[in-house]
Each structure stands twice: as C-alpha cells, then as structure tokens.
C-alpha cells in the first residue's frame, strides 16, 4: 500500500470527522470506505490507529462499539491539508454526510451502558446527547 494512498485516507477520515459536530463510531465511518471501495477493512483500522495515535484523532469505547472524535490538532491537520484530497471525493464525502445525517446522529444520539456495581446490583447508564453536550446524563439501579 502507497503512503500518499494511506495519508489520503487519514485526511479523508479528518474531514468525515470535522464536518460533523457529533462523534462517528469505527461502523459508519467504515462504512462509506467499504461502500465506496476507497479501502479495505484492514487499511482502514490500521488508518483509525495511526490518528489515534498520533492524537489527531480520540476515541471513547462504550461496550463494543468506539466512538470517535476529531481533536484540536486534528483540526488543525485537516485545515492545513484539506487541500490535499480530490474535489470528487470531498463531494463523496459530503453528500455521504448529508444522505445520512440524521441517522449518524442518532446512532451515536443515546449511548447506554450496564455494569455490576459493588454490592451485586446492576447500574444501567444512559446519556443522550446533542453534539458534543450532554442533554440527559440518567444512572439507575437495577436489583
């Protein structure tokens, strides 16, 4: 695999995240790489790992499923290098956002959660938000 083709899908990946003001999970953004045939699954982890690990990119992990967002330097990569990505696959890119938008956002809109707390109960959490603030941040216990 080239190295310019590997950047080329970290950028892409820096802009799917910048356009939007809600975290992607690993599932959607994937999907318009495959769907498209840009890359394979292989490729595209190893694309997800390098940003997170050279901090372009966070990611928060809630049961199976790894939410992520752009950071402050990512920003600052996509803004400097968005240039760098074809006028044809930025359109891709956008109108993949705009045909799915309402259901990326609820997909990621409720995350909920469960875990065994100390005394043999069960804490069911839930958190629904909007961007990047929470709206309802609710924690139940459930005998």
């Given at each position: 695999?080239a190295?310019e083709q590997?950047?080329?899908?970290?950028?892409?990946t820096?802009?799917?995240?910048?356009?939007?003001?809600f975290p992607?999970t690993?599932?959607?953004?994937?999907?318009?790489?495959?769907?498209k045939?840009?890359?394979?699954?292989?490729?595209?982890?190893?694309?997800?790992s390098?940003?997170?690990?050279?901090k372009l990119i966070?990611?928060?992990?809630?049961?199976?499923?790894?939410y992520?967002?752009?950071t402050?330097d990512?920003?600052?990569?996509?803004?400097m290098f968005?240039n760098?990505?074809?006028?044809?696959?930025?359109?891709?890119?956008d109108i993949?956002?705009?045909e799915?938008?309402y259901?990326?956002?609820?997909?990621v809109?409720?995350?909920?959660d469960y875990?065994?707390?100390?005394?043999?109960?069960?804490?069911?959490?839930?958190?629904?938000?909007?961007g990047?603030?929470?709206l309802?941040?609710?924690?139940?216990?459930?005998p």
């Amino acid at each position: 695999m080239a190295l310019e083709q590997v950047t080329l899908y970290k950028f892409m990946t820096l802009y799917m995240l910048n356009k939007v003001n809600f975290p992607l999970t690993n599932n959607q953004i994937q999907r318009f790489f495959l769907d498209k045939e840009y890359t394979t699954y292989f490729i595209f982890q190893q694309v997800i790992s390098e940003l997170i690990e050279s901090k372009l990119i966070s990611s928060e992990t809630v049961r199976n499923t790894s939410y992520y967002r752009i950071t402050d330097d990512g920003r600052e990569t996509i803004d400097m290098f968005k240039n760098k990505i074809p006028i044809a696959i930025i359109d891709d890119m956008d109108i993949f956002l705009i045909e799915n938008k309402y259901e990326l956002r609820n997909e990621v809109g409720v995350i909920s959660d469960y875990y065994k707390s100390t005394n043999q109960d069960y804490i069911v959490s839930c958190r629904i938000l909007e961007g990047n603030s929470t709206l309802i941040d609710m924690n139940l216990s459930v005998p």
